[in-house]
């Protein structure tokens, strides 16, 4: 932890920045990964959308998911 930490302070705050970045889309990738692991008969809209459903519960979910819909102009994420 403490190298860690010693590198993290040598980076310049673009570098950081950079590093967060790329560390949140290995995390959504990683749990993309794992959820389609877990239903792998789900379609792409579904496997998206779980995330969603586990941290919000259904109904917040599906609220989100329609809001993020139309702001996309899309057709919508829901089961």
């Known amino acids: 932890m403490r190298l ?3 590198a993290l302070r ?3 705050g673009p ?9 949140t889309l290995f995390v959504h990738e990683l749990t993309l990964a ?4 877990r239903l792998p ?3 792409d809209a579904e496997v998206e959308a779980e995330p969603y459903r586990v941290v919000f519960g259904p109904e917040l979910a599906d609220s989100v998911l329609a809001h993020r819909s139309r702001i996309r102009g ?5 089961r």
């Open 15 to 23: 570098e950081r920045l950079s590093f967060a970045s790329d560390l």
């Open 10 to 12: 040598r980076m310049s």
């Open 74 to 78: 899309g057709a919508g994420s829901r």
């Open 4 to 6: 860690q930490i010693e």
């Open 41 to 43: 008969k789900a379609t």
């Open 34 to 37: 794992g959820i389609r692991a």
